[in-house]
């Protein structure tokens, strides 16, 4: 341990730290939320960049499955075995472990269909928030803003139907009775 011995008062030397903090704070010049990087079309808001062959006019989100990497073990010979004359193992051969990463499955984006931003409306959000408070997973109040609680509670309606998303997908709002399910003529 190293001791080091100031030539400063004590007072003067809480002093020029003090300051030295008060100076470290003015020099952050950062504004909350301005260092963020924009959402990932899709992920965290929906897109109408859509998968290969989507429909015109439709938007999509989507969730992201990371690749999955599996070590492979394997043994490899690196010096074959000594054979005497008369057929006896002179040396063993010599083996060393050899491992590797594989690639199970590949990181695979998962695309499903949204409803537009044009459709999400002050009143249809608002809507979103009752039917999501009637099922007791919004327990803020109904504004009409997608906030972050109303994301965080369609991720939870989500997630119990297999989506793990917080951006709504047609499927959800059809389920939630905010969009009219589509019928086949009957004849």
Do not use: H
Not at 102 to 119: G, H, K, L, Q
Not at 155 to 163: E, I, L, V, Y
Request: aromatic share 4%; proline share 10%; glycine share 8%.
């Amino acid at each position: 341990m190293i001791q080091v011995r100031s030539v400063f008062p004590r007072k003067l030397r809480v002093s020029l730290c003090l300051l030295a903090g008060l100076t470290l704070l003015a020099c952050d010049q950062t504004t909350p939320g301005t260092d963020d990087a924009p959402p990932e079309p899709g992920v965290l808001e929906p897109t109408r960049n859509g998968p290969p062959g989507a429909a015109p006019g439709t938007c999509w989100g989507k969730t992201v499955s990371p690749a999955v990497v599996e070590v492979v073990s394997s043994r490899v010979q690196i010096k074959a075995a000594k054979v005497n004359p008369d057929g006896t193992i002179g040396s063993p051969p010599v083996y060393r472990t050899k491992e590797e990463q594989v690639i199970v499955s590949p990181r695979r984006d998962n695309w499903f269909e949204t409803p537009c931003p044009d459709v999400l409306t002050e009143e249809f959000v608002s809507s979103l928030q009752r039917a999501l408070s009637a099922r007791g997973l919004y327990g803020g109040a109904v504004t009409g803003r997608l906030d972050q609680a109303t994301r965080d509670a369609v991720q939870a309606f989500q997630k119990s139907n297999g989506r793990d998303s917080a951006v709504l997908t047609v499927a959800s709002a059809r389920d939630l009775g905010l969009i009219a399910v589509p019928r086949t003529p009957t004849e």
